[in-house]
């Protein structure tokens, strides 16, 4: 299979603290994620793509200071929300893909975040 | 630039009959195209993709669709629905970068 896990599924922190999210490929090497995020209701919206050892491409009107993602290694991508306000509460969700030309994206399970 | 139209935010049908979930795309160049599933507090599951072999696609759980690249569509369906299918339905096109452009998703309630 291709399963993505992440880490936590839950988590809930008063405002102005960070708050790191782990989305790992469990069982393939994963040269690029991305990171989406979800609103109650609503579909998913690209945050930003990230390619092992590079810079994320963040999409427009993302602060990247704000969601800082590093992708370390080809199994491993986190995503720092930074100071955290109570409108950054969402569902983060994250997808692994085996190559940069392969057309499956492998969704994690998500991390619902609440800031108080 | 590419984008997905899902016709209806919420199909209710009962068990038993006909699902067809509406997609229409926008591509300037051939797509590929994509319906996930997601259940409450989840991520996403694929069901099936189209990516330009046939364009009948078969996909998980009975599902199918059918890319018609005359009316752009890649409209989802399932002879006969079943209460665990109640769930929420997007179609999505690859971007330019590899991404996904998701549609705004369906829910689909499937009464008894």
């Known amino acids: 299979g291709a399963v993505v896990s992440q880490h936590p599924s839950w988590v809930i922190c008063k405002s102005g603290t960070s708050v790191k999210i782990e989305c790992r490929s469990l069982d393939f090497q994963a040269t690029t994620m991305f990171w989406y995020r979800q609103f109650p209701k609503q579909s998913l919206m690209l945050m930003a793509t990230s390619n092992e050892g590079s810079k994320a491409t963040y999409e427009q009107g993302v602060e990247k200071d704000k969601f800082l993602i590093n992708h370390a290694s080809l199994t491993l991508s986190t995503l720092t929300v930074t100071s955290a306000h109570p409108e950054d509460s969402s569902f983060y969700i994250c997808s692994a893909k085996r190559g940069p030309y392969q057309e499956t994206q492998y969704f994690g399970p998500g991390t619902r975040l609440l800031v108080l | 630039a590419q984008s997905v139209t899902q016709l209806g935010s919420h199909v209710s049908v009962s068990e038993g009959a006909l699902v067809l979930l509406r997609c229409n795309y926008s591509?300037?160049?051939?797509?590929?195209l994509f319906w996930y599933v997601q259940y409450p507090n989840q991520g996403l599951q694929l069901l099936l993709k189209y990516t330009s072999a046939a364009t009948l696609v078969k996909g998980i759980n009975g599902f199918e669709a059918e890319f018609k690249k005359s009316e752009t569509s890649f409209h989802l369906t399932k002879p006969s629905a079943h209460m665990s299918d109640a769930a929420e339905y997007f179609c999505a096109v690859s971007g330019s970068q590899g991404n996904l452009i998701f549609g705004k998703g369906t829910k689909l309630s499937v009464k008894p």
């Open positions: 591509s300037s160049v051939p797509p590929y």
